[in-house]
């Protein structure tokens, strides 16, 4: 089941982790800065998230936890 976290509670909860992400609702409206996401995968690999996202599985997107500043999709790009 989905976990609906904050950016920041994704971050604190599982830090320097990629997570498969859907539902994503974005600050303003911008379609960049996230601001809340229902978690539904935190035990799968960088590359098994990025698949997903390419083929569009479940309308999940990859999301790093790090506080780094990167903006969606630069962290781990291969």
Avoid: F
């Avoid at 976290?5 to 303003?28: D, S």
């Avoid at 995968?41 to 083929?55: A, C, V």
């Amino acid at each position: 089941m989905a976990e609906r976290l904050t950016r920041e509670q994704m971050a604190e909860k599982y830090p320097n982790t990629y997570l498969g992400i859907n539902n994503i609702k974005y600050q303003n409206d911008d379609g960049v800065t996230l601001e809340a996401a229902d978690v539904v995968y935190t035990d799968k690999t960088s590359n098994e998230l990025l698949m997903m996202q390419i083929t569009g599985k479940e309308g999940i997107i990859r999301w790093y936890t790090n506080d780094n500043g990167l903006p969606l999709g630069v962290a781990g790009v291969l």
